[in-house]
């Protein structure tokens, strides 16, 4: 198993390499802006100093923004080239349909299967079951994100159920 760092948070990944608490870097693009753009800093300038402050065989990876397999394609191919990066993953979504009244969409599965014959390295995201764990997998994502507190969320939707985090104790 490997541990990533999900932030935009330039000091929190220099932190996290400093103390070798992680394996690689993970963000999107609302966490990028919320850190970079709250500074001052330029998105593309930010992104290239997290290659710079990783070691060179630590994954960093940058997600699309669009949910149809042409769109998701032409940002992965920007993504690559302005940061040619050998530690470069793509990060994809598994089903980037998340709302519930959108019909299931295979687009993401498409784009990594896409990618990664292309030979560029995808990082899947999204993944809210092992079904699409496996799916992207077989087509050929090399990392599979998933996030427990989402899946936690949708159960506890779908049950009915209100979390307040002052419940826990």
Not at 11 to 24: F, K, N, P, T
Not at 42 to 55: A, K, M, Q, S, T
Not at 100 to 124: F, H, M, T, W
Request: hydrophobic fraction near 40%.
């Amino acid at each position: 198993m490997k541990i990533f760092v999900d932030t935009g948070n330039l000091d929190e990944i220099r932190l996290a390499v400093s103390r070798e608490q992680i394996d690689g870097v993970t963000t999107n693009p609302s966490l990028v802006k919320i850190y970079f753009e709250g500074r001052g800093i330029n998105i593309e300038n930010g992104l290239r100093e997290i290659f710079r402050i990783v070691p060179q065989d630590f994954p960093v990876s940058l997600e699309v923004i669009s949910n149809t397999k042409d769109e998701m394609l032409r940002e992965a191919y920007i993504l690559v080239e302005k940061f040619p990066y050998t530690n470069l993953y793509v990060k994809i979504p598994v089903n980037p349909s998340m709302d519930e009244s959108s019909p299931v969409s295979y687009d993401g599965i498409e784009a990594i299967r896409e990618l990664s014959r292309q030979g560029i390295k995808v990082n899947c995201t999204l993944i809210n079951n092992p079904r699409q764990a496996y799916e992207a997998m077989k087509a050929g994502a090399k990392f599979i994100s998933v996030f427990a507190g989402r899946i936690d969320d949708l159960l506890r939707k779908r049950n009915g159920m209100k979390f307040d985090k002052k419940d826990y104790f």
